[in-house]
């Protein structure tokens, strides 16, 4: 079943619970949590706190992901208070011990290769946004999540809110990392310096040629 279907599966049951509250789960900082930890380690947090709604609701039908980290549940007013209760549960968790820093991975014009690693531990911990506003009728369905999921990043972490309250958008600073990041500027391992020409850069990975050595260095996090 794809996603659509799976939404329009989701619509017609909460349809006959309406009136009630749609509720949208964002784990906060998951770009950073697969950066240092790895997009498997990422998944399993999506899944976990799958499995969390699921059993705190006691109904499957009224979960359903819809995007990395993201998860859309419908409550009725009395179950409100599970909202938190979820939160409470995915942060319980102990924080996890992962590396900060950089990786190189040289080699000179003469086939000698170096590696270079410079590595600090840090500490990553979990929370979770959450907004919920009140769907009186399925028609309004689409425009209510669109409406919290345009607010979410905007909310406070671990604490379940009211979206129809919030006046006021202001970026939350929260950040999963506790301790210190790296702030060691790359540098060639043959040669010492720093100055690249790029030949490619990504999120994970850049490679290029050392100016002063011309070696080839390639660079990852």
Not at 28 to 33: D, G, V
Not at 39 to 44: K, P, T
Not at 145 to 171: G, M, Y
Not at 189 to 195: G, L, N, S, T
Request: charged share 25%; glycine share 8%; hydrophobic share 40%.
């Amino acid at each position: 079943m794809n996603h659509q279907d799976r939404l329009s599966k989701f619509k017609l049951t909460i349809s006959s619970l309406l009136p009630g509250y749609l509720a949208l789960f964002d784990i906060a900082a998951l770009k950073q949590y697969n950066h240092h930890l790895g997009h498997v380690a990422g998944d399993r947090e999506i899944e976990s706190l799958g499995e969390l709604l699921q059993t705190a609701l006691g109904d499957k039908r009224a979960v359903i992901a819809i995007g990395g980290g993201q998860w859309c549940v419908f409550v009725v007013e009395s179950q409100i208070p599970l909202l938190n209760h979820v939160i409470e549960e995915f942060i319980e968790a102990p924080e996890e011990t992962a590396k900060s820093g950089w990786r190189c991975e040289a080699v000179t014009t003469d086939g000698t290769k170096a590696y270079l690693e410079i590595n600090r531990d840090i500490l990553l911990r979990r929370a979770l946004r959450c907004g919920f506003t009140k769907l009186s009728v399925i028609e309004e369905f689409d425009e209510t999540l669109n409406r919290i999921w345009a607010t979410i990043k905007f909310l406070p972490v671990n604490v379940a809110e009211d979206t129809s309250h919030v006046t006021e958008l202001t970026q939350a600073g929260w950040s999963r990392i506790i301790g210190e990041l790296v702030d060691t500027p790359y540098y060639c391992p043959f040669c010492r310096k720093a100055d690249v020409e790029w030949e490619e850069c990504s999120e994970d990975i850049s490679w290029g040629i050392c100016k002063g050595c011309r070696a080839k260095v390639k660079y990852s996090g």
